[in-house]
């Protein structure tokens, strides 16, 4: 049997050991990674000239469950995040 590694080291979007260990074993005709895609929306709102308010909504999806839900331990196929942060400037 031969050595096929396999792994995204960059994004985690990438083949998984199991997909390597069905190709190796001839389950499946080619390793490929997770399509996916990304939404951000941001807004910024300027309190006074020195300090502006920021929030950031995300959202990811992908055609595999790739995203860890730490809430069961299981995979999702998306995941959101929103983020809100002041920045001050002098």
């Given at each position: 049997?031969?050595?096929?590694?396999?792994?995204?080291?960059?994004?985690?979007?990438?083949?998984?050991?199991?997909?390597?260990?069905?190709?190796?074993?001839?389950?499946?005709?080619?390793?490929?990674?997770?399509?996916?895609?990304?939404?951000?929306?941001?807004?910024?709102?300027?309190?006074?000239?020195?300090?502006?308010?920021?929030?950031?909504?995300?959202?990811?999806?992908?055609?595999?469950?790739?995203?860890?839900?730490?809430?069961?331990?299981t995979?999702?196929?998306?995941?959101?995040?929103?983020?809100v942060?002041?920045?001050?400037?002098?």
């Amino acid at each position: 049997m031969a050595q096929i590694a396999a792994g995204d080291y960059r994004n985690g979007f990438g083949p998984t050991a199991r997909d390597a260990t069905d190709y190796a074993n001839g389950a499946i005709d080619s390793i490929s990674g997770a399509n996916r895609s990304a939404l951000a929306l941001g807004l910024n709102y300027a309190l006074t000239a020195n300090l502006m308010l920021k929030a950031e909504y995300r959202f990811d999806h992908t055609d595999r469950d790739m995203f860890y839900y730490v809430k069961d331990g299981t995979y999702k196929k998306d995941n959101q995040v929103f983020g809100v942060s002041t920045v001050l400037s002098f």
